[in-house]
């Protein structure tokens, strides 16, 4: 098997170390692909140290390769949004997400960060906050589940939720360096947990105002992917890795306004909640990326899930579409959950959603 976990990491430290021209800095541009749900990154030498993406100069790349063009017209072009610290090589050096655009200037498919950017400029009077629970999957390199049994499964669920010791959480280190790697980046990552499934983890993003919430989350994927590629560990963001009774996988969203921050904060939190029953469909079409496609097999109304078919929403309630946190509701004020979002949507189009639905009013 050719991976390179195999290849001696000593070795390439000796090399990382060398002394390189001050002036130097390692851009790795960061895109989104026509799947909408994988991420890809290429890296370029520039001679001075960039510190808003204004700075970077707009790049390309082979789109035909990416599922984002024809091989006869393949350039695609490289707009840098956004700039973090680059975790792997340090110094100077950075990571850059960037939107996508065709040869003719217009965006990519998978660029859903344009119609996010717009309903947020409209709504930036509210601020609006998002916090997701991004929930994943370590898998092993033949893509069965992290250390579980090659045939057969492990125990039933029960012990791993939050668990401790070493038949109850595989996968601990890598949770470990992400979440550093995350706070080193300036992500503001702001809690984990082991998951119900085991080899299943969560971690948390937010709340962060505007946009900025799917630039982080998509960064901090990217991030997760280069992690556990250094264990020879693959990342699966499928919301339903292994079928039957063993829990999916999801991104819960936290939302709130200043208005649903402030004293009395709740009638806006309800308001909120009775216009999402309203555009069940519409939500459901925008929390996966494949229209409700792959949140079919998650959404059942089992394994702590709601019905696909079906807006639900209730104080504490993890069978419902929509949950109001019990200290919120004992608060009178702060934020609700919609736990129906899929662990490999697209934050853009996910917040974007919730901010026509509840703000926007379209
Ligand atoms: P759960 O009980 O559903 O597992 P978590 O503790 O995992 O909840 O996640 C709570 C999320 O709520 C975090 O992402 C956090 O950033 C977010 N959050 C907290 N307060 C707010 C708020 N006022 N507005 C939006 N999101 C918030
Ligand atoms: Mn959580
Ligand atoms: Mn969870
Ligand atoms: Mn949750």
């Given at each position: 098997m050719v991976n390179d976990t195999l290849l001696d990491k000593t070795v390439t430290y000796q090399y990382m170390d060398l002394p390189v021209p001050s002036n130097k800095c390692l851009a790795t541009y960061v895109w989104i692909d026509g799947t909408g749900e994988d991420v890809r990154g290429k890296t370029r030498t520039l001679d001075f140290v960039p510190t808003?993406?204004?700075?970077l100069p707009v790049w390309n790349y082979d789109g035909s390769s990416t599922y984002q063009s024809q091989g006869s017209n393949s350039d695609t072009y490289l707009i840098p949004v956004a700039i973090y610290k680059d975790?792997?090589?340090?110094?100077?050096n950075v990571l850059v997400l960037c939107e996508t655009y065709k040869y003719n200037k217009e965006p990519t498919e998978?660029?859903?960060?344009v119609r996010c950017a717009e309903a947020m400029e409209k709504a930036k009077g509210v601020h609006p906050w998002f916090g997701i629970e991004q929930e994943y999957t370590l898998l092993d390199m033949d893509l069965?589940?992290?250390?579980?049994?090659?045939?057969g499964f492990p125990g039933?669920?029960?012990?791993?939720?939050?668990g401790v010791g070493a038949n109850k959480v595989y996968g601990r280190s890598i949770m470990e360096a992400h979440y550093r790697a995350c706070l080193y980046a300036g992500i503001n990552i702001t809690g984990t947990n082991a998951e119900v499934l085991l080899s299943q983890w969560e971690y948390q993003v937010g709340p962060?105002?505007?946009i900025s919430i799917g630039d982080e989350l998509w960064m901090s994927r990217y991030i997760l992917h280069r992690v556990a590629e250094d264990f020879g560990v693959v990342v699966s963001f499928?919301?339903?890795?292994?079928?039957?009774n063993w829990n999916g996988a999801g991104a819960h969203i936290n939302f709130s306004t200043e208005a649903m921050r402030t004293q009395d904060g709740i009638f806006e939190i309800e308001k909120a909640i009775e216009k999402l029953s309203k555009h069940h469909k519409r939500h459901i079409q925008a929390y996966d990326p494949r229209g409700g496609k792959d949140n079919e097999k998650r959404l059942?109304?089992?394994?702590?899930t709601s019905s696909i078919d079906t807006f639900s929403s209730g104080v504490a309630?993890?069978?419902?579409?929509?949950r109001i946190p019990r200290g919120v509701a004992e608060e009178g004020m702060g934020y609700f959950e919609?736990?129906?979002?899929?662990?490999?949507?697209d934050p853009y189009s996910v917040a974007e959603a919730l901010v026509r639905t509840c703000i926007l009013d379209e």
């Open positions: 808003k993406p204004s700075d975790p792997f090589i340090r110094g100077n998978s660029n859903k960060r069965k589940p992290f250390g579980w049994p090659k045939q039933p669920q029960g012990p791993y939720y939050c962060c105002e505007g499928d919301p339903k890795p292994v079928e039957g059942t109304g089992r394994n702590e309630n993890r069978g419902a579409s929509v919609d736990r129906r979002p899929s662990s490999n949507c």
